[in-house]
């Protein structure tokens, strides 16, 4: 059962902007949270599937981490209704590869900088990127979206 265009905007304002959803629960609505935290963005050489996590087909070239981006208006925007999507505002920016060749065909958005954390969304990569020694992966602002139906 899908919900409502409202609701699917304000469950991702929640998420990603960490904005309140008014009238649900107490007086407040569903609040986000005290410190709003960010999500890290990890890319991956394969698809991770319903059942992975951050780590499952991780990229592991030397030099990758994670892209933290912040869960407010600076780090991700909303537009649309039916599907609301979200999008990061500013570049995402890995660190530049030391080895290679490595191609990475998918992203996800998840809760941890490390490790094997739980994932929210995950989608494949409109184009797959080959990182080779002295690549700088990087995606532009609205690049990586995330979205309800």
Known sequence: MPLGNQAESDLLALLFLNTAWANIGNSGGLLGS??????FIALHTSN???AGNQSTSEAAYSGYARVAIARSGSGWSLSGSDPTISSNVAAATYPTSASGPETESYFSIGTLSTGAGEYLWYGALTTPLVVNIGITPSFAGGALTAGMT
């Open 34 to 39: 005290t410190v709003a935290g960010s999500y």
């Open 48 to 50: 991770p599937g319903q």
